[in-house]
């Protein structure tokens, strides 16, 4: 009759409270006093939780099978959380295990909803961080080709220099034979100008029998692996 009188107050006194129920558990797992009155007399030497904390460790679970008592206070979808801490008599020994179980909807409810605002201030951020750096890319790819062709503009008129300081003919061809530069005694000789020689072949300057020949020889020095030099006779046009 005195359990149930304190299980009785203990019920009233956390109506108010993100509490569902508190207890007290002997070593053998009866439950001795509960603010869940019909829960007095129960067993739970089962319950892994309670036999940890009858060894004297602090242990919870989540969402655990709710009795009659709980549910009355809270709904079959909440979450709840059971704790079950030691009892230590004044010697230090355990003497019995302390149970709560408290209602944590309200509190996940709030960290779904701060995990969710996190969420998509991460996302907005990470969106505005992608649009920076592609416009740093694009700027950083446009400097770049810039700075290429600005490059390679520059070497093609120092090679032009070089070429058209030189007393002898000269010409550099692609793979397939066509002329790429030419200097100024190429131009002299063959009376065109560099513009128009680039892109034609020695078909367009020579005879058909001199051309296979220069052609021929210009196939074996693509294919040579290192420097190679030959000599052939070359008739000035006039």
């Keep these: 009759a005195r359990a149930r009188e304190i299980s009785a107050r203990l019920s009233t006194q956390i109506q108010n409270l993100p509490v569902l129920k508190v207890g007290i558990l002997n070593l053998e797992g009866h439950v001795i006093v509960s603010s869940a009155m019909e829960e007095v007399g129960s067993i739970r030497t089962k319950d892994a939780a309670f036999l940890s904390?009858?060894?004297?460790?602090?242990?919870?679970?989540?969402?655990?099978?709710?009795?009659?008592?709980?549910?009355?206070?809270?709904?079959?979808?909440?979450?709840?959380?059971s704790s079950f801490l030691p009892l230590h008599n004044e010697a230090g020994v355990v003497v019995g295990v302390f149970q709560i179980d408290s209602d944590l909807?309200?509190?996940?409810?709030?960290?779904?909803?701060?995990v969710l605002h996190v969420f998509g201030a991460l996302l907005v951020a990470l969106i505005l961080l992608y649009l920076v750096l592609y416009q740093v890319v694009r700027r950083a790819d446009r400097t770049i080709k810039k700075q290429h062709g600005d490059l390679q503009r520059s070497t093609d008129k120092l090679l032009q220099s070089v070429m058209d300081a030189m007393p002898d003919l000269i010409c550099v061809k692609d793979s397939d034979g066509r002329y790429l530069f030419v200097n100024r005694?190429?131009?002299?000789?063959?009376?065109?100008?560099?513009?128009?020689?680039?892109?034609?072949?020695?078909?367009n300057y020579f005879p058909k029998a001199a051309a296979d020949r220069f052609s021929e020889e210009d196939r074996k020095t693509s294919k040579f692996p290192e420097f190679r030099y030959y000599e052939t006779d070359l008739t000035h046009p006039d």
């Design 105 to 114: 909807t309200s509190l996940l409810k709030d960290i779904d909803k701060h």
């Design 185 to 203: 005694v190429f131009e002299s000789w063959y009376n065109t100008t560099r513009e128009q020689a680039i892109g034609k072949t020695n078909y």
């Design 53 to 81: 904390a009858r060894k004297g460790h602090l242990a919870s679970v989540r969402n655990p099978s709710l009795d009659k008592g709980a549910i009355s206070q809270a709904s079959e979808n909440s979450d709840t959380l």
